[in-house]
């Protein structure tokens, strides 16, 4: 299959790309820093000869790179598979290039220009969009006047709304496009023990306090693998341990999911 990845010189992404290389998988790597994009495709080559693996560079958090990122893969013909992995949290309220919460556009915002700017290889493919969110939506309280926070901002409250955008932007790919043969899947890959804990700033002790019970990034990749490389599953659903899941009653609002895709696409237009 070709399959697009975001993220994945560290972590869950990493484990995804080599599970996915390993199965002789054509991938494609998207990620903001292109030596370290550059290294993990010869480690991974080196692993495995026969893999096929290009890199792209593409930083969530200037628009511009998103759209260049695209414009680079459209000659790679239908796309498979697109998973959304890449994403981070910030101990302070930063703006991008481009005007917008950060957290917002490197968890969110990227991702849905990236994803309709590949839609038409994903629709030529009846492929799959994997959105990797997190439980964490469940705290997620989304304010079609405010969604980037410009009031009572705190770094896990705009976590939380960006992995709700996460599940709502899937239910709304579900909704505009499961007709043409489009799957779009959100996900919860566990707690992981990966770097997120350093964009916690004064709170980096919790994250020290939860180490010794967070799973691996290998079994954090374990719904995304099981998504993206088998069939059968509920498009628009979410889901947990490899199994659809109830997402929260926020991340089944079909009004908010409509609302955040029509500001999401303003936005996206620049």
Known sequence: MNIVITGTTSGIGAATAEHLAAAGHQ?????????KSAAQKNELLQKYPQAKIETVTCDLAHLNSVRAAASAIKNIGSIDVLINNAGGLTSQREVTVDGH????QMNHLGHFLLTNSLLPQLLAAKGKVIN???EAHRAGRLNPNDFQLEKGWSAFGAYANAKLCNVLFTAELHKRYHAQGLQAFALHPGVVNTGFG???GGMKWMWALMRPFLIT??????TTLHLATTHGHVSGGYYKNRKLNKA???GRD???ADTLWL???TLAKG
């Open 27 to 35: 991938l494609w790597l998207l990620n903001r820093n292109p030596q």
């Open 132 to 134: 990797v969110s997190s």
């Open 101 to 104: 919460e950060m957290q917002f």
């Open 248 to 250: 929260a009653p926020a």
């Open 263 to 265: 500001y999401s696409e």
């Open 198 to 200: 350093n964009g916690l």
């Open 254 to 256: 079909a009004g908010l």
């Open 217 to 222: 990034p290998a079994k954090g990749a374990a």
